[in-house]
């Protein structure tokens, strides 16, 4: 696979529908899923050796909540991380 095979590959999973879900509607109300993404690529070769190298990328999310539509009201209803309560927790 070549460096721009990667970083096009990479581009395409952080894109702005990827952070949207799909809404869905039930009972006059109107729920769009949003998460956070996050990634980075990488690579790097020998000019001596043209075929020696390598490259990556990776790429996660986490669900940070959800905008809720009903009506002409609008509003956000954070995800509740339950791990990062924990982790917080044990910290403090």
Known sequence: MRVMDVVNE???????SEVFGTPYEKNGVTIIP???IAGGAGGGGDQAQPQA??????VSSRPVGA???KGSD??????LDLN?????GQVV
């Open 10 to 16: 990479a581009k395409g999973a952080m894109r702005a």
């Open 53 to 58: 190298g390598g490259v990556g990328f990776g």
């Open 84 to 88: 990062r309560i924990i982790v917080m």
């Open 67 to 69: 905008f809720v539509i």
């Open 74 to 79: 609008v509003s956000w209803q954070p995800a």
């Open 34 to 36: 949003a998460a956070k």
